[in-house]
């Protein structure tokens, strides 16, 4: 992935439960950071910059490696994960999502969550093709 790029990974879950997401990359010098958002194409290069495309949940951590996210409470659907390049170099990826599923009868459904543009970041220069 190149740098400054974002390369959005859709998945579909057929249950309700919690979904855990791990995506490490080769250099702790980038800045590597994971987003989500419900549907198979809600963002353009503009919409994830100024994070109006509604992500319900992120994490933008500038130290953590591998990045890892949880979501307990998920409803079962299609979504698109985006892993963010903010670093100066090119990157290789890798990422795991595994699904813990809930009875029907204490699922419950995420919500969206306010999800603010961190300035200290930037912005990306590219949106790659969902994969």
Request: hydrophobic share 40%; charged share 20%.
């Amino acid at each position: 992935m190149g740098s400054k790029h974002v390369a959005p990974v859709v998945f579909t879950t057929t249950a309700a439960g919690s979904v855990g997401i791990t995506v490490d990359w080769t250099f702790a010098t980038n800045d590597v950071d994971i987003f989500l958002a419900r549907g198979s194409e809600p963002c353009t290069l503009q919409t994830f910059n100024d994070r109006s495309c509604g992500f319900i949940a992120t994490e933008e951590s500038f130290s953590m490696k591998p990045e890892k996210l949880t979501i307990p409470s998920l409803a079962a659907g299609t979504y698109s994960l985006y892993i963010a390049n903010f670093g100066d170099t090119d990157e290789s990826v890798a990422w795991q999502v595994t699904l813990t599923s809930t009875s029907a009868s204490s699922a419950s459904v995420a919500t969206t969550a306010t999800v603010q543009r961190r300035a200290d970041k930037g912005t990306l220069s590219r949106i790659l093709e969902p994969r």
